[in-house]
């Protein structure tokens, strides 16, 4: 069974910087595209960022342009989402999710999902 495993959350000042990892086991990320999505209290799941399988290609919410960036080690069999310039509005549970397939920032897309991990932005 394909396992996904986030960590790197935590509580940081507005404006300050995360990195979210998204470690497999069980199995290779080699051919799968990852998501990062999170979840508010009170809102709906919402996509975040997306990363082909190779790396080549990546998509944005437009809410994080600018100021987060996914990348992928295949070699470490990680993701990461690197968040800068945090907000308060970015607080959530951030999930990371694999596909076999295209890259994509529809949750329904995905069937394999990590527990998530509590990010949250507060002074």
């Known amino acids: 069974q394909l396992q996904l495993v986030e960590s790197g959350g935590g509580l940081v000042q507005p404006g300050g910087s995360l990195r979210l990892s998204c470690a497999a086991s069980?199995?290779?990320?080699?051919?799968?595209?990852i998501g990062w999505f999170r979840q508010a209290p009170g809102k709906e799941r919402e996509g975040v960022s997306c990363i082909s399988h190779r790396g080549d290609s990546t998509n944005y919410a437009d809410s994080v342009k600018g100021r987060f960036t996914i990348s992928r080690d295949n070699a470490k069999n990680t993701v990461y989402l690197q968040m800068n310039s945090l907000k308060p509005e970015d607080t959530a549970v951030y999930y990371c999710?694999?596909?076999?397939?295209?890259?994509?920032?529809?949750?329904?897309?995905?069937?394999?999902w990590g527990q998530g991990t509590q990010v949250t932005v507060s002074s």
């Open positions: 069980g199995f290779t990320l080699d051919y799968y595209a």
């Open positions: 999710a694999a596909v076999w397939g295209s890259a994509t920032l529809k949750s329904t897309l995905y069937d394999s």
